[in-house]
């Protein structure tokens, strides 16, 4: 079964710091990987996704993730945060050719980007 | 596109009322999913179709639940009798070609 780890609940950064939020999965196949952003009382939002290719996917509002299979990890990092940034990060894996479509998410960090 | 609608965004009902929540996917996507998010919990998937045929339901908590696609564009979940612990955010989400999906912006549900 795949299951996926999300190591910190809560990052609390300041504004225009570098920040990493932390991936990990575990999975018995193949994987594709996502990176979901939730906003106050919004739905989820889908930042980046790695299906294949370059191990360094670039997403939206300067985020990019790197893919490391043998670490098994897809951790997400931007180089300078905003305070617009302050949300709710989700990682998430699926099955690589798999017959279902199911996504499982981690339980997610709370980026906290203070002035 | 408009993207997945859900009806209503807010819901507040009284325990042991039933409730209907409603989603609409994106044209074309062949995969609709409902999912819940609670604090404790975090999210989790109840049920998902494909091609408007339920594949998997073992996230549903109890005979409580239940969902049905009649059509490609409609999608309901349902909770009857409801109970206080019901209550949190019901997403749902639509995909095609497996690979993410799109959600819409939630039903907070308030059972008291």
């Known amino acids: 079964a795949q299951s996926v780890t999300q190591l910190d609940s809560q990052v609390p950064v300041f504004e225009e710091a570098p920040v990493e939020l932390r991936c990990n999965y575990s999975?018995?196949?193949?994987?594709?990987l996502f990176w979901y952003v939730q906003y106050p009382n919004q739905g989820l939002q889908l930042l980046l996704k790695y299906l294949s290719g370059s191990t360094l996917v670039k997403g939206i509002n300067g985020f990019e993730a790197e893919f490391n299979k043998s670490q098994t990890s897809f951790h997400l990092r931007k180089p300078s945060v905003h305070i617009s940034d302050t949300a709710e990060y989700f990682c998430?894996?699926?099955?690589?050719?798999?017959?279902?479509?199911?996504?499982?998410f981690g339980t997610g960090t709370l980026l906290a980007v203070q002035p | 596109d408009a993207g997945v609608i859900q009806s209503p965004r807010h819901e507040v009902t009284e325990m042991g009322q039933e409730v209907t929540l409603r989603c609409k996917p994106i044209?074309?996507?062949?995969?609709l999913f409902w999912y819940r998010q609670t604090m404790m919990r975090g999210l989790e998937l109840l049920i998902y179709?494909?091609?408007?045929?339920?594949?998997?339901d073992s996230g549903m908590p109890e005979d409580r639940f239940s969902a049905k696609m009649p059509n490609a564009s409609f999608s309901t979940l349902k909770i009857q009798p409801s109970e206080p612990r019901d209550s949190a955010v019901y997403f749902c989400a639509s995909s095609s070609e497996g690979y993410g999906y799109t959600f819409g912006s939630g039903t907070r549900l308030t059972v008291v």
């Open positions: 179709f494909n091609n408007n045929v339920p594949i998997d």
């Open positions: 999975s018995s196949v193949s994987v594709y």
């Open positions: 998430a894996v699926s099955d690589r050719g798999g017959a279902t479509n199911k996504l499982i």
């Open positions: 044209s074309g996507h062949d995969y």
